[in-house]
């Protein structure tokens, strides 16, 4: 199984295409209807490779100046989005994250075609207007002659030796906003994007610091408890998972920790920040050393991809949630499963923990928050509500305990009274996805990133929007 097959809310789904605009839409409902219908090919198309090895295209003078008109904008050797760099010829041939995206000789197995042809998703240019015909043309032809690299002497380097007027993407790639988080004393917020994270003043929209070189999406955050190391992680869907350790202060990576068979969907931190905790789609906890990046043990009893993980304020339990629709109570000490909770009727997005550590909510699919009290052989459920007409995204619980936040695939961030599940207020007309959603340390906040890339930041009095912080402001 792969992250793209999920079935639930997966943020690995949409981020396939990272720039295309994309509508809440329900769990399970598949691509959005917003494709580009793609015009069928030429009769060109049923010829042999062979016909053209005679006039086979140049590399340098028919295939570049098509990169450098369409795709160089996202693709150049310091953006790489995919992990692609199509800036010179050496380094097409590495290919993206998903390996090669050309086959010599073989367009129809070439990533490369694939994808400005219409035939594989996501299509290239991403966002942007399909190429002309004659385009697509020269590239398949080019790719079945052979792809062959420029003549010696002959050298291509599209952003700087290529003469092209200003490349920019045709679509602005929006920083998109995948994981959020507070830093304890609530001085910055940091934002986990495609590939990067954003550590920006809460009070203000400046952005710090920027983390780079990140894997893929960055899904989940998680700050030391005090606050002097951030934890990001994400990883490459059905490959593997990665974990970024930064050092806040001075925004040095500490260590880069790769494991899981596939991406990581959430990492917490040991209040004593000696270890981190990491759950991943391949359906397995893992608990390493952060002064090490040693593997200490893995947690296995999940059947399904763990989506949510936090450890109690005491560090003694560790608690996930699944789309195995469990949520699970752990000894991270000793990696011994406690106890079970399987009152959910779907999988499991988030979790949140009451700073007591006493009481565990839980949400997703099935559009409930539950919320448990916490025993030491077992859970009790003590509230259970249909808090919204869609599937629930992410959860928080204020710093004080007395409010429970969730956000909705319906559109929606509502905020209830935890001891009751009250609502208090429903915010609704959210432009897009929250993917990231939690109080502010002194409780006097509510940030909500989302999909888009657009960040509000409520206040918890009024619940109003304090600032329209748009991160493309960068
Ligand atoms: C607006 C930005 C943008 C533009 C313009 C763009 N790309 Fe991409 N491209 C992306 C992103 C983002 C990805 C990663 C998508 C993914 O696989 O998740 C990507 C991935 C790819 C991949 C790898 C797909 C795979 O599955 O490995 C290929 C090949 C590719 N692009 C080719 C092109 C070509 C050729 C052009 C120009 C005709 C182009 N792109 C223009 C953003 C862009």
């Not at 140049?58 to 450098?68: G, L, N, Q, R, Y």
């Not at 559009?367 to 859970?379: A, M, N, T």
Request: glycine share 10%; charged share 25%.
């Amino acid at each position: 199984m792969r992250c793209k097959a999920v079935r639930s809310i997966d943020p690995a789904r949409r981020q396939e295409d990272p720039g295309r605009e994309v509508r809440p839409r329900i769990a399970g409902s598949g691509r959005t209807s917003a494709r580009r219908a793609w015009t069928p090919f030429a009769l060109a198309a049923l010829l042999a490779p062979a016909a053209w090895a005679a006039d086979a295209p140049s590399f340098a003078k028919d295939v570049a100046p098509i990169f450098a008109k369409n795709c160089i904008g996202c693709h150049a050797s310091g953006t790489k989005l995919g992990a692609l760099s199509l800036s010179t010829y050496e380094e097409m041939l590495q290919g993206g994250h998903r390996g090669p995206v050309v086959a010599p000789g073989k367009s129809a197995e070439s990533r490369l075609y694939l994808v400005i042809a219409g035939k594989a998703d996501p299509g290239m240019p991403l966002g942007g207007e399909k190429l002309a015909a004659g385009e697509i043309e020269t590239i398949r032809k080019w790719i079945d002659a052979g792809a062959k690299g420029p003549a010696a002497g002959e050298t291509v380097r599209l952003s700087s030796a290529v003469k092209v007027p200003e490349i920019r993407p045709r679509v602005a790639v929006k920083p998109q906003i995948f994981s959020l988080a507070f830093q304890p004393g609530g001085k910055m917020i940091a934002l986990g994007g495609f590939r990067e994270v954003r550590l920006r003043e809460t009070g203000s929209s400046k952005v710090v610091r920027t983390l780079g070189e990140h894997a893929d999406a960055v899904r989940s955050l998680a700050f030391s408890r005090d606050g002097t190391l951030l934890a990001a992680a994400g990883g490459l869907p059905g490959r593997k998972g990665e974990v970024r350790i930064w050092s806040v202060e001075d925004g040095k990576l500490q260590r880069t920790i790769e494991g899981h068979a596939d991406c990581i969907y959430a990492a917490a931190f040991s209040p004593d920040a000696r270890t981190v905790a990491t759950s991943s789609y391949d359906k397995l906890i893992k608990i390493w050393e952060v002064a090490s990046g040693r593997e200490l043990r893995t947690l296995k009893d999940h059947i399904d991809a763990v989506y949510a993980l936090a450890f109690t304020p005491d560090g003694t339990r560790l608690i996930s949630g699944a789309a195995d629709r469990t949520v699970k109570i752990w000894n991270p000490a000793t990696g011994e499963r406690l106890y079970t909770m399987g009152e959910p009727a779907d999988g499991i997005n988030a979790i949140a923990i009451h700073p007591t550590g006493k009481l565990v909510a839980a949400a997703g699919l099935d559009k409930s928050i539950r919320v448990w009290s916490l025993g030491d052989r077992s859970g009790t459920l003590l509230h259970s509500l249909i808090a919204h007409e869609d599937a629930i995204l992410r959860i928080a619980w204020s710093s004080d305990g007395k409010l429970l936040a969730s956000a909705s695939a319906d559109g929606t961030i509502k905020v209830f009274r935890a001891e009751d599940l009250t609502e208090i207020k429903s915010i609704g007309g959210q432009p897009d996805w929250v993917y990231g959603i939690e109080f502010s340390p002194d409780g006097k906040l509510l940030a909500a990133g989302r999909f888009d890339g657009s960040l509000s930041i409520y206040d918890t009095q009024k619940f109003n929007d304090l600032t329209e912080l748009r991160t493309a402001s960068r």
